[in-house]
C-alpha cells in the first residue's frame, strides 16, 4: 500500500477519505521524512503520503512530547516516517511488483552498495490506482417537511513515479559527507457524479438535478540534501543540514449541473464551470544540531534551523452555461503570494534522578511573513496591492 494505509494502521493517527493527517483528533500534526520536513507542506502532505510506497518506510515515530529542539507549529505533535536505509557489505539489491483486485498495479526496484569509504543507494517505483466509491443520502427539513434524496458515484485514479539516491562518504573515522535527493512525479483524473430529487411533504417531485465534477491534475516535486556529521567523540557530534525542496501541482476541475423543475412556471438552469489551480511551493532549510552526551544520565542539545518558503497560488475560473459560452470570471480571479522566513534556535538538557528521567529546554524563534492577495485588476491591470506583513519574536519553554 502507501504511506497513508500505513499511518492509517498506527493507533491514535487517523487518515481521513482526503489523505489529510490527525494525530488525537488534532489536524495540527507536523509530518516528516527522516527528521526534517522534506519538501511536505499543508498543501501536498496528503499527496505524496497518498503516492510514497510503504514498502520504502523502514519505521515510523510517533512524537506525542516534542523538545524543544521542534518546531512549535505542530502543537499535537510529529509523525517522523523514516524510510529504510539499509548498510551490508558490497552490492545488493531487489525488484518487487505487486496487483490489487480494485485494478491497480505496482512495481519497483533498488540497489546498493556499501563499503568502509562509501555507501550509497537509488531506488525507483511506479504505481497505478484505482478507486470506487458511492453513497446515498436522504434528508428531511423539518421546517416545511421537504426532502432531499441523493445518490452519488465516484472514481479516482492516480499513477506516479517514486525515486531516491543518496550516497555518503566517510571521509575519515568522524566525518561524514552525505547526498540524498528524493523525487516524484504523477497524477490523476478524479470524477463524480450526483443525483439530486426534492420533493415536497406529499413526496411529490420539486426538481431533479444532476451535477458532474472531473478533475485532473500533475504533480512534480524533489527535495536535494546535503548533510555533513562531525563526531567529537563517541558521545558529541554536530550535524549540518542544507536542503532545497521544490513542489508544484497544475489542476483543472470542471463541474457540470443541470436542474430541471417540475412547475412549468419554473426555468431550467444550465451551468458549467472549470477552475485552474496552479501551486508553486519553494524552500531552503539550513540546520545545524549539536548534541552531548555528559553522562549516561545527562546529556545537552542546542541547534539552529533557518527555514525559507516562497509560494504562488493562482486560481482562474471560467463560467457559462456550456462548455462552448464559457467565459474567464474575472470576480473569481485570484493569486495568493507567500513569503516566510523563520530563524530558531534551542536548547535542551536531559537528566536522570534515580528512576525518574526528566528533559527541560527553551527555544526561541524569529517569524517574518509577507503575503499578497491579489485580484484580476492587481494582476493584469497595475492596480495597486497592499502586502500584509507580520514579525514576532518567541520564546517556547517545555519541560517533561
Avoid: C
Avoid at 438535478?209 to 562531525?230: A, I, V
Avoid at 549516561?296 to 497560488?313: L, P
Avoid at 516566510?340 to 534515580?354: E, F, I, P, R, S
Wanted: aromatic content about 10%; proline content about 2%.
Amino acid at each position: 500500500g502507501s504511506a497513508s494505509d500505513l499511518l492509517a494502521n498506527i493507533p491514535s493517527v487517523e487518515v481521513d477519505n482526503e489523505g489529510s493527517v490527525s494525530l488525537r483528533g488534532n489536524s495540527s500534526v507536523t509530518v516528516w521524512i527522516n527528521g526534517k520536513a522534506s519538501g511536505l507542506t499543508a498543501d501536498n502532505q496528503a499527496d505524496i503520503l497518498e503516492m510514497m510506497p510503504a514498502e520504502d518506510i523502514k519505521q515510523v515515530e510517533v512524537i506525542t512530547n516534542p523538545s524543544a529542539k521542534y518546531s512549535p507549529e505542530g502543537t499535537a505533535g510529529i509523525i517522523n516516517i523514516i524510510l529504510k536505509d539499509d548498510r551490508k557489505p558490497g552490492y545488493y539489491g531487489s525488484v518487487k511488483a505487486g496487483a490489487d483486485t480494485d485494478g491497480g498495479y505496482q512495481a519497483s526496484g533498488n540497489i546498493n552498495y556499501s563499503s568502509s569509504k562509501v555507501d550509497a543507494y537509488a531506488n525507483l517505483s511506479y504505481r497505478n490506482r484505482e478507486m470506487k466509491g458511492g453513497g446515498i443520502t436522504s434528508r428531511e427539513n423539518t421546517a416545511n417537511n421537504s426532502f432531499l434524496d441523493q445518490t452519488n458515484n465516484s472514481k479516482r485514479q492516480h499513477n506516479n513515479w517514486f525515486g531516491r539516491i543518496g550516497a555518503t562518504w566517510h571521509i575519515t573515522k568522524s566525518d561524514d559527507l552525505a547526498f540524498n535527493m528524493t523525487g516524484m512525479t504523477g497524477g490523476g483524473d478524479n470524477n463524480e457524479s450526483i443525483h439530486y430529487i426534492s420533493t415536497d411533504k406529499q413526496k411529490n417531485t420539486v426538481y431533479t438535478s444532476d451535477r458532474t465534477t472531473d478533475g485532473n491534475s500533475d504533480m512534480k516535486m524533489y527535495n536535494l540534501e546535503l548533510n555533513y556529521l562531525h563526531k567529537f567523540s563517541e558521545n558529541s557530534n554536530i550535524d549540518l543540514t542544507v536542503s532545497n525542496n521544490q513542489w508544484r501541482n497544475d489542476g483543472l476541475s470542471i463541474y457540470e449541473q443541470s436542474t430541471r423543475y417540475t412547475d412549468t412556471d419554473l426555468t431550467d438552469k444550465q451551468e458549467y464551470q472549470t477552475q485552474e489551480n496552479n501551486i508553486k511551493n519553494k524552500s531552503w532549510e539550513v540546520q545545524a544540531d549539536y548534541t552531548n552526551k555528559i553522562s549516561d544520565a545527562s546529556r545537552i542539545e542546542a541547534g539552529y534551523k533557518g527555514t525559507f518558503q516562497r509560494e504562488s497560488s493562482p486560481v482562474d475560473t471560467y463560467t457559462g452555461t456550456t462548455a462552448t459560452d464559457i467565459e474567464q470570471d474575472q470576480a473569481l480571479y485570484n493569486r495568493f503570494l507567500y513569503k516566510q522566513d523563520v530563524h530558531a534556535l534551542y536548547m535542551t538538557y536531559g537528566g536522570k534522578w534515580n528512576n525518574l528521567s526528566y528533559q527541560a529546554g527553551l527555544r526561541g524563534e524569529y517569524w517574518r511573513v509577507d503575503t499578497r492577495s491579489l485580484d484580476f485588476d492587481q494582476e493584469f491591470n497595475g492596480k495597486p496591492s497592499e502586502t500584509f506583513e507580520k514579525d514576532y519574536f518567541k520564546l517556547f519553554p517545555s519541560a517533561f
